[in-house]
């Protein structure tokens, strides 16, 4: 692994070496171990979320060595440099028409698949639902058994490279037409409401207390979230703007798998 670390770096700071054979194999297996699912491009050691950077580099330099091809599935054709995965049967997931998954990103058995898409990078856990027309974007982290509703969009990130992926956490329930980007964790168990919107920007309000309390870039474990606004104000006046309230937590009575669907009802909010 440290052989092919150092080959990527190399590579990434002389775009001409992968040109060379050595390289293109090192660019090639990275992407192959991703596929996999024995690298991943962030991972979580002694609790802490660690980005591998020198993946998601690999993942870059994968492009401008793969040449443009005709890809068929039974009527439909593709033309692109990325293969689909294939295989699923032996993979152990579910994938219902008109699903893609790319080449390069990892399903774990018992995944299941609605008409949707996952990209390159993107590793996705056990239990998992990505539901119709929701989008997993590039190096995206999903955990085990969460539910992607109807039309959620997962912002991928391959450049600029230093950005953190999106990480979902397990067991989360993140709720129909939200959108979750810029490197933004949703920390395990928390549940959005429909069409949240979350980016590094956005401000993340605990009202559940007699104080409000903020947070940016991270939804802490159990949470309840639904979109909000609050005042801003700029040279033409005050306006309202996005931002995401936290509600409450999910609560304990009810077990996991029932309370991804009941958590928000808890509160008298739609899924």
């Given at each position: 692994?440290?052989?092919?670390?150092?080959?990527?770096?190399?590579?990434?700071?002389?775009?001409?070496?992968?040109?060379?054979?050595?390289?293109?194999?090192?660019?090639?297996?990275?992407?192959?171990?991703?596929?996999?699912?024995?690298?991943?491009?962030?991972?979580?050691?002694?609790?802490?979320?660690?980005?591998?950077e020198w993946v998601k580099k690999a993942v870059i330099l994968y492009f401008p060595i793969k040449k443009m091809q005709?890809?068929?599935?039974?009527?439909?054709?593709?033309?692109?440099?990325?293969?689909?995965?294939?295989?699923?049967?032996?993979?152990?997931?579910?994938?219902?028409?008109?699903?893609?998954?790319?080449?390069?990103?990892?399903?774990?058995?018992?995944?299941?698949?609605?008409?949707?898409?996952?990209?390159?990078?993107?590793?996705?856990?056990?239990?998992?639902?990505?539901?119709?027309?929701?989008?997993?974007?590039?190096?995206?982290?999903?955990?085990?058994?969460?539910?992607?509703?109807?039309?959620?969009?997962?912002?991928?990130?391959?450049?600029?490279?230093?950005?953190?992926?999106?990480?979902?956490?397990?067991?989360?329930?993140?709720?129909?037409?939200?959108?979750?980007?810029?490197?933004?964790?949703?920390?395990?168990?928390?549940?959005?409401?429909?069409?949240?919107?979350?980016?590094?920007?956005?401000?993340?309000?605990?009202?559940?207390?007699?104080?409000?309390?903020?947070?940016?870039?991270?939804?802490?474990?159990?949470?309840?979230?639904?979109?909000?606004?609050?005042?801003?104000?700029?040279?033409?006046?005050d306006f309202q703007v996005a931002c995401a309230l936290i509600i409450g937590k999910r609560k304990a009575s009810t077990?996991?798998?029932?309370?991804?669907?009941?958590?928000?009802?808890?509160?008298?909010?739609?899924?």
């Amino acid at each position: 692994m440290e052989n092919l670390k150092n080959n990527i770096e190399k590579a990434w700071l002389d775009r001409s070496l992968i040109q060379q054979p050595a390289y293109q194999q090192s660019i090639e297996e990275v992407v192959r171990l991703l596929d996999i699912g024995s690298l991943r491009v962030a991972e979580r050691i002694n609790n802490v979320w660690i980005v591998n950077e020198w993946v998601k580099k690999a993942v870059i330099l994968y492009f401008p060595i793969k040449k443009m091809q005709v890809f068929e599935a039974g009527p439909m054709e593709f033309h692109d440099k990325i293969p689909l995965k294939n295989n699923y049967d032996k993979l152990g997931v579910r994938v219902v028409p008109h699903a893609i998954a790319r080449y390069g990103s990892f399903l774990s058995p018992g995944v299941i698949l609605m008409p949707s898409y996952v990209n390159i990078g993107a590793w996705i856990g056990s239990g998992t639902m990505v539901d119709t027309w929701a989008t997993v974007g590039s190096c995206a982290q999903i955990g085990e058994n969460v539910h992607l509703s109807g039309g959620v969009g997962i912002g991928g990130v391959l450049e600029p490279v230093q950005a953190a992926p999106v990480i979902i956490e397990d067991n989360c329930f993140i709720g129909s037409r939200c959108i979750v980007v810029e490197g933004v964790r949703v920390e395990k168990e928390a549940v959005l409401g429909a069409n949240v919107v979350l980016t590094q920007s956005t401000r993340i309000i605990d009202v559940s207390g007699s104080t409000p309390v903020e947070f940016k870039g991270v939804v802490p474990e159990r949470s309840v979230v639904i979109p909000g606004t609050v005042t801003k104000s700029f040279p033409a006046g005050d306006f309202q703007v996005a931002c995401a309230l936290i509600i409450g937590k999910r609560k304990a009575s009810t077990d996991t798998k029932t309370s991804l669907n009941n958590a928000l009802r808890d509160y008298d909010l739609s899924v």
